[in-house]
């Protein structure tokens, strides 16, 4: 969602509160394209701090749908985001970019304010570094790729190298959970 906040940018002092409505239909990023389940709308405040920066504060909640990382299974993941940036008035949104400020980059040059932008830019913050679909996850099957949470397979588990012997006491004590 666009929101134009030239009249915030006009008046010192100003503030405003708008409903903002997730338009993203997914989270794109390098590791892939996530569909976004839900994205429920939250309420923005945009404040001019006395004419030399804006206060962007708001917090919402969104369902991001994300693969298990030992199974594949699709895992609703939900995300909680609490924005809170200072964004400096006088640079220009090139400007910002060139001194790494990433929070003006929100901001283009006709002063409409990219709220999708600013969703992405917390959820990429807050993503997990592992997702499971329960605790204990079995995975999938090395050799012919079977769900193990929902069936077994006949595949001949490979015979230990003795020599490997200690190492799997050593997994076997400190399995991941």
């Known amino acids: 969602m666009k929101l134009d906040i030239s009249d915030v940018y006009s008046l010192d ?18 590791q892939g394209k996530f569909p976004i389940q839900t994205g429920e709308p939250f309420d923005l405040t945009i404040a001019n701090e006395e004419g030399k920066r804006l206060r962007l504060s708001g917090e919402g909640d969104v369902t991001v749908q994300i693969p298990c990382d030992r199974c594949l299974q699709e895992v609703d993941v939900p995300f909680h985001f609490v924005i ?40 990429l913050v807050n993503w997990p570094t592992k997702v499971l679909c329960k605790s204990d996850c079995k995975g999938i099957c090395p050799k012919c ?10 595949c001949e588990q490979g015979e230990l190298d003795p020599r490997m012997a200690q190492f799997q006491d050593v997994f076997n004590k400190f399995k991941e959970v």
């Open 84 to 123: 809170e940036k200072e964004i400096p008035m006088e640079l220009s949104s090139q400007e910002a970019e060139d001194d790494n400020d990433e929070a003006a980059a929100f901001i283009d040059e006709e002063r409409v304010l990219d709220t999708d932008r600013l969703v992405f830019h917390e959820i």
């Open 13 to 30: 002092n100003k503030e405003i509160t708008r409903k903002v409505h997730i338009e993203m239909a997914e989270f794109q990023s390098r």
């Open 145 to 154: 790729g079977t769900n193990l949470n929902l069936a077994t397979c006949d």
